[in-house]
């Protein structure tokens, strides 16, 4: 599960507690309460396109930065592969020595 999906399903969570504790009968007295619920409501709804805007953006800067690095794999292969073998000598050392 992605951490933006984690984060809506938190703040759903949050607002259904909420929502079931203003929603009970005995509150229903208080004066209020009816325009606290909807001030919450209004909230609620601000955050969730908030999140939801927040989550395209990271998904369209993810996808320029994967553009990106794969443009860059297939100009410089060699610079890559190099990298790759310079990591990959560090991390046997490292394991041979334990």
Same mark, same amino acid.
């Given at each position: 599960?992605?951490?933006?999906?984690? *984060?809506?399903?938190?703040?759903?969570? +949050?607002?259904?507690?909420?929502?079931?504790?203003?929603?009970?009968?005995?509150?229903?007295?208080?004066? #209020? +309460? /009816?325009?606290?619920?909807?001030?919450?409501?209004?909230? *609620?709804?601000?955050? %969730?396109?908030?999140?939801?805007? /927040?989550?395209?953006?990271?998904? /369209?800067? @993810?996808?320029?930065?994967?553009?990106?690095?794969?443009?860059? @794999? #297939?100009?410089?292969?060699?610079?890559?592969?190099?990298?790759?073998?310079?990591?990959?000598?560090?991390?046997?050392?490292?394991?041979?020595? %334990?």
């Amino acid at each position: 599960m992605s951490a933006s999906k984690n *984060l809506e399903a938190a703040a759903e969570d +949050i607002a259904s507690d909420v929502r079931g504790v203003l929603a009970s009968k005995d509150l229903d007295s208080v004066p #209020h +309460i /009816k325009a606290l619920r909807q001030r919450i409501d209004t909230k *609620l709804a601000i955050a %969730r396109e908030l999140a939801a805007e /927040k989550s395209k953006l990271a998904a /369209k800067k @993810a996808r320029e930065a994967a553009t990106s690095a794969n443009a860059y @794999a #297939h100009d410089e292969p060699w610079q890559i592969a190099g990298a790759a073998l310079a990591v990959g000598v560090l991390v046997g050392l490292l394991l041979g020595r %334990r």
